[in-house]
């Protein structure tokens, strides 16, 4: 990961997603010194690209992850108002979101409208729940009705191409 690239991307999507249309006069706020944190959606390479072409396609506005990972992490759950980095397979980041809203809720109790809107697969909930029950499976999580799941949904502030190491190296 290339913390150049990101912070230069970070700076851009600022003014792009409007995050303080007020910093000319207030000054820089402490949630502008730092970048928020970049990840990739998905488990691999094709999971992170394709996972992104939804993103950016404003066809996938959710994601979902198992709650005790963030137990065992040692991490805080997303809030509402939270910025985050996407990258591509590539680590370049193409998109900056913010969570609008988190739930945890059972595995069972996942709704067709939250599946409809991770954007995965034919969109359904039971696409949403084989796919979910392989994926935690896979990640060595025992799967059942009572697992419980934290939703997340989410908004584009902004988005952009991959840009090159020497464009980023030529504005720092």
């Not at 690239?5 to 700076?11: G, L, M, N, S, T």
């Amino acid at each position: 990961m290339d913390q150049t690239e990101i912070d230069a991307f970070w700076r851009d999507t600022q003014i792009r997603g409007n995050l303080n249309p007020a910093a000319a006069y207030l000054g820089r706020t402490v949630d502008e010194a730092l970048p928020p944190p970049a990840w990739s959606f998905g488990t691999d390479d094709r999971e992170a690209d394709e996972l992104l072409a939804l993103v950016l396609a404003d066809i996938k506005t959710a994601t979902s992850s198992a709650r005790h990972e963030y137990d065992e992490d040692g991490q805080d759950l997303p809030t509402p108002g939270m910025l985050a980095i996407v990258m591509d397979a590539a680590e370049h980041p193409r998109a900056l979101i913010r969570t609008t809203s988190v739930q945890v809720v059972r595995f069972d109790a996942v709704t067709a409208e939250h599946a409809w809107a991770e954007g995965e697969g034919d969109r359904s909930l039971e696409h949403w729940k084989q796919a979910h029950s392989d994926f935690f499976a896979g990640a060595g999580s025992a799967v059942d009705p009572a697992m419980l799941v934290v939703l997340e949904r989410f908004v584009v502030l902004a988005s952009g191409p991959s840009r090159s190491r020497a464009d980023v190296h030529q504005d720092a």
